[in-house]
């Protein structure tokens, strides 16, 4: 029997559960000695080293309660660098993207101060094509590769891209929440103006080059799922919604499949069962797709 | 290079080398490169590389070996990935050839979902327990290199253990034309060592910091290489993405990277002098060319228009 995504009982794989909870006990075992966790499952009675954004994720999906959740905080509030933001994982110096992620944890979680440097990491990043000797530089040139909508980039000293700039505005909304600066409004908008102009023409987006050399390029499930998320309230997304119910219909994989669900749910569109092939081969994506079946019974995590 | 020395023998051996380059003439270089016909993805493939492998004399005995594939895109059937018959040919290959062990690895530029990726390119199909033997190198386990000499903007480096820590490094890229670099090769698909997990994806620290002196670095970086080209079908006109299936019918092999990319760029038509990365590396000043000659078995591929200064 197909159980809806892609596994039949001849094939499932034991490693890969595919109930609700399941998913949740899979989740919670994962869970490094340290309190943070790996990105992908345990090999050989081996576990892997502990990365931010599976463990973000993992909190989010299995929420601020309960001894796990509790390691996963202490560990992660320990994981706060001096500049106020994360890095990826222990091993790395650079503080990343993987701060906007952290900052969409509930404040009381990691510290009402902390959450505020955190905030503060976020607005003073942007993508190097944006700042302001990158563009003087450009316009002294002649040139036109400076961004002027600045979005957020994966590692700093870098140019802005669709995936980390979706995470941003999504932190700075749950942060305007609390409070709405004119900066955080200034920022948010910006990042949205940076999502729409760097939108495929098939309506979607991929990692954020819509057309090179003179060719379109083309969408992605994960990363329009992602911008759909960061676009919610933004009107004439009808293209958009199109390109992502169509990468459902086509998707391959849990991640792409998650986020579309998330996405579409955040735009107000009704989403079925989970489409063929879309079952979770690593801790993150058994996270989102928690996430994307919490967004189903009405908490989406990411916006609300 | 010979790969039956071990790790102190070749530091000291380098060390050796460097020091005399100082007091004298550079040492001339020469580099052997087997080019094999190969019309289709068959089973005739596991004799071929097999065959194609010993005439390189390459001894890994007893040596980690990884292989790294070019997976980019979810297109099952297209020509954008290497073939997953011939990763799994070099698989058998180097396990017969005595290898302790033999892992696949690979970490894509955009799609983070490494195993649907593999699995759409057909790897879990046709590698048995392909899981197991994979390592996603964008999450892999990371430590920080030092680029000691850099020509691009790349000061040091965070590269995965699993690259770290083998005896071989085996590239396996799809033979492509490159909408930015002319060609994407056996250097080029070294990009897929660094991890995302880290950088991110697109791996955008490696294009500030110049493309082609990015290839040229991280080169420099795992000094024990082998290179296993997939020539059947290439891409031509607007690679490495979106360009069109061209049937070449190689497999093209070496020891010596930038050697083996300019024997393939001899192949697609393209002069190898005007490949930014493989004039920063440096080729070798005598290919010693085995199996079919290049001009048997050139075939030119379509270059974008402003890639026509390219053509050999």
């Known amino acids: ?304 | 290079m010979s790969l039956s020395i071990n790790r102190r023998e070749f530091i000291a051996g380098t060390a050796g080398a460097l020091a005399f380059a100082g007091c004298a003439r550079p040492l001339r270089r020469e580099a052997s490169v087997t080019i094999v016909r190969a019309a289709v993805y068959s089973q005739d493939l596991y004799d071929t590389v097999r065959r194609l492998l010993t005439e390189q004399k390459l001894n890994v005995r007893g040596k980690r070996v990884v292989l790294k594939p070019n997976l980019v895109e979810f297109e099952p059937g297209s020509v954008i990935n290497t073939n997953p018959l011939v990763v799994h040919a070099a698989l058998e290959a180097f396990r017969a050839l005595g290898a302790a062990d033999v892992r696949i690895a690979e970490g894509p530029g955009h799609r983070r979902n490494t195993l649907d990726l593999a699995d759409a390119a057909g790897y879990f199909e046709t590698i048995r327990n392909f899981e197991d033997l994979f390592t996603d190198l964008n999450l892999d386990e990371v430590s920080r290199v030092h680029v000691a000499r850099p020509s691009s903007r790349l000061r040091e480096l965070y590269l995965p253990q699993t690259v770290l820590s083998s005896d071989l490094l085996v590239s396996l890229p799809k033979m492509k034309t490159h909408h930015w670099t002319g060609a994407t090769l056996g250097m080029k698909n070294f990009f897929g060592l660094v991890p995302g997990g880290v950088y991110g994806w697109p791996k955008n620290v490696l294009h500030w910091a110049g493309i082609n002196e990015s290839i040229a670095d991280i080169h420099t970086l795992v000094p024990r290489t082998f290179t296993l080209v997939d020539g059947i079908v290439g891409m031509e006109g607007n690679g490495p993405i979106q360009g069109k299936p061209k049937p070449a019918g190689v497999l093209v092999a070496g020891r010596d990277m930038p050697a083996v990319d300019a024997t393939c760029c001899r192949i697609m038509g393209i002069e190898p002098a005007k490949i930014g990365y493989l004039r920063i590396a440096g080729m070798p000043e005598t290919i010693h060319q085995t199996g079919e000659r290049v001009e048997a078995v050139r075939t030119d591929f379509e270059l974008l228009p402003m890639l026509q200064s390219f053509r050999a």
């Open chain 1, 1 to 304: 029997m197909d159980d809806g995504r892609g596994n039949t009982d001849n094939d499932v794989d034991p490693a890969a559960p595919q109930t609700h909870a399941a998913l949740v006990n899979a989740l919670a075992a994962a869970q490094n000695p340290d309190g943070g966790w790996p990105y992908c499952r345990e090999r050989h009675g081996r576990k892997g080293t502990s990365w931010t954004e599976p463990t973000v994720l993992a909190l989010l999906a299995l929420g601020p309660q309960g001894p796990v959740s509790a390691r996963g905080f202490q560990w992660l509030r320990s994981r706060q660098q001096p500049d106020g933001g994360w890095t990826p994982q222990p091993g790395v110096d650079e503080t990343t993207w993987v701060t906007s992620l952290v900052a969409l944890l509930p404040s009381q979680s990691i510290g009402i101060e902390n959450s505020h440097r955190a905030l503060g990491w976020i607005l003073a990043q942007m993508g190097t094509n944006s700042t302001f000797w990158y563009r003087l530089r450009e316009s002294l040139l002649g040139s036109h590769g400076a961004e002027e909508n600045p979005g957020w980039p994966w590692f700093p000293g870098t140019a802005a891209w669709v995936t980390p700039t979706a995470l941003a505005i999504m932190a700075l909304e749950k942060a305007a929440k609390a409070q709405m600066t004119d900066e955080i409004r200034r920022r948010i908008g910006q990042g949205r103006q940076f999502l729409i102009t760097r939108r495929c023409a098939d309506g979607g987006w991929n990692h954020g080059s819509s057309r090179a050399l003179g060719y379109d390029g083309t969408s992605y499930p994960e990363t329009t799922g992602a911008a759909l998320l960061a676009l919610r309230g933004v009107p004439n997304l009808d293209r958009s919604i199109a390109a992502a119910e169509r990468h459902w219909r086509e998707c391959r994989g849990a991640e792409g499949a998650a986020w579309l669900k998330l996405g579409l749910l955040a735009q107000g569109k009704k989403v079925d069962a989970w489409p063929p092939h879309s079952a979770p081969r690593n801790i993150r994506d058994t996270a989102l797709c928690l996430l994307a079946d919490h967004a189903q019974q009405g908490a989406n995590v990411f916006v609300d």
